[in-house]
């Protein structure tokens, strides 16, 4: 047995949970060890229930102080049962447990475990979980993972397939030289892996969690510098020189660029016309306009008679990108002849795109990854333009600059990093930094509620859309059941057909949808006949639909704050006033005072830092601080010395060894090919 061993060996496992298991990307042993929780339950001593503040799991020892009162509602028994402590009362409901009724006697004590909630001003909790006093100590202070999860499978079963699949399992030879170990602190792979899964204190699960983290960023920072080395200083095979293209359509757009595009604009400029071949990161907050820059130096690659490539994470965006161009070339007939390639379009499609890309009939391509299949033959590929980078691997990126001969590279990112770690994880690249958005925009108005609000905000989103506008309501999870009590898409988007006027059209999208049905329901959104679109967070890259004025995001407090102002930056794009309505199901002062920093700022940088600062670098699960730069358990803020760390390492190893040449470091240069094999490429879920 090895890594590489179907899960349906392990005992328990049938045809059943192994499609389960397949629909979550788990098919091997391997897979499942790399499997990681999503977070962990901790199950602390019991408080009073004064102490127990709303929103918040924990657990009482109370005693029962009237006679459960039982009723039937539509089929369904309810138990009500009145308790207390020293501190205060509270009331537990119960929903089909009418056996509880004979085990909870009036005056006895009881231990509960469960969600507090507020009903008026009364403390409660429904469907809480009994224990023993004995059972629960010694869950005490226990770390009980959480893992993703799909309908049907629990997460006990998940527990037992890792448990069985560590025992399986052998440790694997070390691959990094004795001197990384010691110097950065690392724990062995396989006892990091033990950890991380059962974690026997916090203090050891922060230490798996480390030397896992540096794994990734190690792999990552690797494959990043081998790709940086082969770029560097690259001799620029198509020089260009500005035309009365550009100039004209900048003209003739309905807007001026602001100081900092016109700053970039000249960048690139003078990069494609040097001796060198550019390679260049655009760097500036959502609704900073970088898809203009971009557009111009297409236009410029066009007009000298090269081709030019704008790849896109989802088809959602290639497809918004490509009607941007296609409606310039109608206004303003500049010299674009643009194609589409996404994955679903149809096979004939797809040959007429490939035909007009390797003729050179088309001299702009914008499409996902279906741009570096093996099947596309460029023409004379001069610039390539990857947005939204993050969302890509560095190997595709390569791979697309490989469809040429050296082109001209452009990258554009919203991810607020600072300068430091721009500087790490985007070293091959020269910086330019858009920090100014377009005038006139009317900054958008905030707030922070709890769910009782959510009757208002329903009214409030029907009286905007008859107003003519449109809102996104963003979900943290796609359908029941993956994690807790989370909202989902599916549900809430029911759930809001009914609460609001039957004459607005409400959809949703999520990531596991087929990809042309999301196109689809992204299409109808820009074309106004869907007015409430209810999301995960994929609606987070780069859509533009200016007409939206509503962002509401339920279960806000599950998301990193710079995630939250990603979503933010989907309304506030027209000349509408916008709003965000971030809906905490938490309501711990910490809670909302983390979400009262998106009030105080619309700077991604400083809401990024201060989320870091006030979680404290401790706080490293639940929260995720941002979907970009998807390391599966790493995170660019958190775990900003552990980055810098790998990159010392990677740097002083390659100072050494570029190629991994030598008999010591074979192990590790298996393991980071095989990293490179696999496609573990750091994109996003
Ligand atoms: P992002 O930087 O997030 O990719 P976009 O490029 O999508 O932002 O631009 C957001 C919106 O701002 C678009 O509708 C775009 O047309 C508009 N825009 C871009 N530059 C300017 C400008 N200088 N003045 C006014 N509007 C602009
Ligand atoms: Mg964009």
Aim: hydrophobic letters at 40%; proline letters at 4%; one cysteine or more.
């Amino acid at each position: 047995m090895d890594r590489n061993t179907s899960v349906l060996e392990l005992k328990g496992i049938g045809k059943k949970t192994e499609t389960l298991f397949a629909k979550l990307g788990i098919r091997s042993v391997g897979d499942l060890l790399a499997h990681y929780p999503r977070d962990y339950e901790l199950y602390e001593a019991p408080v009073k229930i004064a102490q127990a503040s709303p929103g918040s799991v924990c657990a009482v020892y109370v005693t029962v102080t009237g006679i459960p009162n039982e009723r039937r509602a539509h089929q369904i028994h309810i138990l009500n049962v009145n308790v207390a402590d020293s501190s205060g009362s509270m009331q537990f409901t119960f929903f089909n447990m009418p056996f509880l009724k004979k085990t909870l006697k009036q005056g006895g004590y009881y231990l509960f475990r469960g969600t507090v909630q507020m009903r008026g001003n009364k403390k409660v909790m429904e469907q809480p979980k009994l224990f023993s006093l004995e059972e629960y100590k010694k869950q005490t202070d226990c770390l009980i993972p959480g893992y993703a999860l799909t309908k049907g499978l629990t997460n006990l079963t998940v527990r037992k397939a890792v448990r069985q699949a560590l025992d399986l399992c052998e440790s694997q030879e070390e691959y990094y030289p004795p001197q990384i170990l010691r110097d950065c602190g690392l724990i062995p792979e396989r006892e990091a892996l033990e950890s991380l899964h059962f974690p026997a204190n916090r203090e050891r699960l922060l230490q798996a969690r480390r030397r896992l983290v540096f794994d990734e960023f190690f792999s990552f920072l690797y494959l990043l510098r081998r790709n940086r080395q082969a770029s560097e200083g690259v001799e620029n095979r198509f020089r260009m020189f500005e035309t009365a293209d550009t100039v004209r359509f900048l003209e003739h757009l309905p807007f001026s660029l602001t100081n900092a595009q016109r700053k970039v604009w000249q960048e690139i400029k003078d990069d494609m016309s040097s001796p060198v071949c550019m390679n260049r990161l655009i760097q500036g907050d959502v609704g900073s306009g970088k898809t203009i820059l971009a557009v111009l130096a297409l236009l410029m690659t066009a007009a000298n008679g090269c081709q030019g490539a704008l790849m896109a994470p989802t088809e959602v965006l290639a497809a918004q990108h490509y009607e941007t161009v296609a409606e310039y070339v109608r206004r303003y007939g500049v010299c674009f002849r643009p194609v589409l390639l996404v994955g679903s379009m149809t096979a004939g499609e797809k040959r007429e795109a490939y035909r007009r890309i390797e003729t050179g009939e088309a001299n702009l391509i914008i499409g996902t990854h279906a741009l570096i299949q093996d099947r596309v033959r460029y023409k004379a590929l001069a610039l390539v333009v990857t947005d939204e980078q993050h969302r890509f691997g560095v190997r595709q990126r390569e791979r697309l600059a490989k469809k040429g001969e050296d082109p001209h590279i452009l990258v554009m990112s919203a991810t607020p990093i600072p300068r430091t770690l721009a500087i790490i994880l985007y070293g091959d690249l020269d910086i330019s930094v858009v920090d100014e958005l377009p005038q006139g925009r009317l900054p958008i108005k905030n707030c922070v509620v709890n769910t009782s609000w959510r009757p208002n905000a329903y009214k409030f989103i029907a009286e905007q859309v008859a107003q003519g506008r449109q809102a996104y309501v963003i979900c943290p999870q796609v359908e029941e059941g993956e994690m807790g009590n989370l909202e989902n898409v599916v549900d809430y988007a029911e759930k809001l057909r009914c609460a609001l006027p039957s004459e607005v059209q409400v959809a949703f999208l999520h990531g596991r949808m087929r990809p042309a049905d999301k196109n689809r329901i992204m299409e109808e959104f820009a074309a106004r006949s869907i007015d409430v679109l209810v999301s995960t967070t994929v609606i987070e890259v780069g859509i533009n639909v200016p007409n939206a004025s509503v962002m509401m995001v339920e279960n806000a407090e599950r998301f990193g704050l710079a995630q939250l102002h990603q979503l933010r930056g989907r309304v506030g794009r027209g000349n509408h006033q916008s709003y965000c309505i971030f809906v905490s199901a938490k309501e711990d002062q910490e809670t909302m005072e983390r979400l009262q920093i998106l009030n105080r700022s619309n700077d991604g940088f400083y809401i990024a830092s201060q989320d870091l600062e006030l979680r404290g670098p401790g706080d490293l699960f639940g929260v995720r601080q941002s979907g970009d730069f998807s390391f599966r358990l790493g995170d660019i803020y958190t775990d900003a010395a552990v980055l810098k760390m790998a990159s010392d390492a990677v740097d002083s190893l390659m100072a050494e060894d570029p190629q991994l040449e030598r008999p010591q470091h074979r192990a590790l240069r298996q393991r980071l090919d095989q990293t490179a094999a696999n496609g573990v490429d750091f994109r996003s879920i």
